[in-house]
Structures are given as C-alpha cells and as structure tokens.
C-alpha cells in the first residue's frame, strides 16, 4: 500500500493562492487516481477533485473554477493549488489515492488556516 | 450529484454492542461503489469496507456492510475501543466523489 504526505504552509492569506504537495512513496505514482479531499474543522469530508496516470483531471463543480491539480511523476509528487481563498477554505487538507476512484490510502492530513 | 444521508447522526452504545449505521443515497450507486471509513480523532479515515460488502486489507471480521441500490448499512458487532468514532459513507460510482455526513458512535 502506498504511503502519502502532505506538505505545504499552514497559513495563507484571504484573496491568495493555497499550494499544497503530496509525496508518494511505496509505489509507482503512475497507474493511480490521485484526490484532494478536505475536512473544515468540525464538519463532514468534501472531494476536491483528482488526477490520474499522465494528468487527466476531474474536480468537484463546487470548487472546479478555482482549483488546479498536477503531478510530477520525476518527484513522486502532486500538487493541488486553490486559488482566491476565503475563510470558508479553512481546513484540513488529505490527499489520498486509490487504483480506481475509490481514495483508499490516505495521508495523515495538514491544517490550512485562511486568515490576514 | 449523489448525495448521501447517513443515520443515526449519533448512536450511543456500550463497548461490546452491536452498531447498525444506515447510509442513503439519493440516487441509485452503480455498480454498488459505497464504501465505508472510520475517522478517529485527529487522523485520517480509514477505509473499512468497499463496493458495498467488501472488507479492506487488515479489516477484522466483526465489520460488515450489506445493502444495494440506494440503500446501505455497516454493521460493526462487539465494539471495541477503537470504533468509538465517526464513520462517513462515501460513492465513487458518479462523479463528483460524495461523501455522507457521518454518524458518531459514542460511550454510552
């Protein structure tokens, strides 16, 4: 099974962009659908959106105007980038990936705080 | 978008009882892609059950999930310390991904 961690400033300014990084390790990067998914302190879990194999995309239409997710597969790495954030984008940020949609490995998650 | 309704929203037990979780989705899940986390505090979800009836690697046998269509339930028997949680349903049959609301088992 395939181990993840997420990386990436735990605070960023209202209006800017969230950048977060994924590194995956114990396996090949390719072949997998790889999610963004995030929990706002408290609350439920929402899908983000993921990528697969050479850089297909699907996002979530909730989020689909603002976000973008990439992959480095030299670096074993994907990336996710939130563009004009808000308050409302606080949360806890996993990614997580999977053979097929279903995100069955996941990493242990990284705190995003929108504040000035 | 599918969307998933989970009850109880809190189900209060004793360690050693059975927990029966209910998760409804609002349209039919293809191919019975419903699958099954629990979220303990401060960690990420882990994946319990698959396409509706199957167990993940390393998930003991006292989990169970059964259902189709568009109705779905974890059954956890003998509840350990460790399942006093929050457990999420979540379909992966149509995009976008969807997640239910979740049901807390708590200490009675």
């Known amino acids: 099974q395939v181990q993840l961690q997420e990386s990436g400033p735990g605070l960023v300014k209202p209006s800017e962009t969230l950048s977060l990084t994924c590194t995956v390790s114990?396996?090949?990067?390719?072949?997998?659908?790889w999610s963004w998914i995030r929990q706002p302190p408290g609350k439920g879990l929402e899908w983000i959106g993921y990528i697969y194999n050479s850089g297909s995309t699907n996002y979530n239409p909730s989020l689909k105007s603002r976000v973008t997710i990439s992959v480095d597969t030299s670096k074993s790495q994907f990336s996710l980038e939130l563009a004009s954030v808000t308050a409302a984008d606080t949360a806890v940020y996993f990614c997580?990936?999977?053979?097929?949609?279903?995100?069955?490995?996941w990493g242990q998650g990284t705190l995003v705080t929108v504040s000035s | 978008e599918i969307v998933l309704t989970q009850s109880p929203g809190t189900l209060s037990l004793s360690p050693g009882e059975r927990a029966t979780l209910s998760c409804r989705a609002s349209?039919?899940?293809?191919?019975?892609?419903l699958a099954w986390f629990r979220q303990n505090p401060g960690q990420a979800p882990r994946l319990l059950i698959y396409?509706?009836?199957n167990r993940a690697t390393g998930i003991p046998d006292r989990f169970s999930g059964s259902g189709s269509g568009t109705d779905f339930t974890l059954t956890i028997n003998r509840l350990e310390p460790e399942d006093f949680a929050v457990y999420y349903c979540?379909?992966?049959?149509?995009?976008?991904?969807?997640f239910g609301g979740g049901t807390k088992v708590e200490i009675k």
């Open positions: 396409d509706a009836s």
């Open positions: 114990g396996d090949s990067i390719s072949n997998y659908y």
């Open positions: 979540q379909q992966s049959a149509h995009s976008p991904l969807t």
């Open positions: 997580a990936g999977g053979r097929g949609w279903l995100p069955d490995s």
């Open positions: 349209q039919t899940v293809g191919n019975n892609y």
